[in-house]
Nanobody, 121 residues
Framework: VIKVLESGGGSVQAGGFLRLLCVVS????????AGWFRQAPGKEREGVAILDSDGRITYRDSVKGRFTISKDNAKFNNYLKMNDLKSEDTGVYYC???????????????WGQGTQVTVSS
């Protein structure tokens, strides 16, 4: 059974930073893509950052230069470092994993339960 578990969310003031961790367990493939989505209240879920199995990265335009995604293949972990947080970054952040790269579309097979990020201005 594949499980995806996020941690590291919290409440910060605008301009602050957070580092999210995603742990993927039960995955039999040594290479996989990883990514992060988020959903704000009343809004649709949107892709934030995707890191494919070849190391190519796609970021949402609004987070470029502020967010960094990285992956530790040996541990099946991935991280999202979020700097210079803004109030519009507030939402539930979800980690995803799959062998297929769907870009920033929410079509991935495996999702975590989400971790809340709240940025106050």
């Amino acid at each position: 059974v594949i499980k995806v578990l996020e941690s590291g969310g919290g409440s910060v003031q605008a301009g602050g930073f957070l580092r999210l961790l995603c742990v993927v367990s039960g995955y039999k493939y040594r290479t996989y893509m990883a990514g992060w989505f988020r959903q704000a209240p009343g809004k649709e879920r949107e892709g934030v950052a995707i890191l494919d199995s070849d190391g190519r990265i796609t970021y949402r335009d609004s987070v470029k230069g502020r967010f960094t995604i990285s992956k530790d293949n040996a541990k099946f972990n991935n991280y999202l470092k979020m700097n210079d947080l803004k109030s519009e970054d507030t939402g539930v952040y979800y980690c995803v994993a799959d062998v297929v790269d769907y870009g920033l579309a929410p079509d991935y097979a495996y999702w975590g339960q989400g971790t809340q990020v709240t940025v106050s201005s």
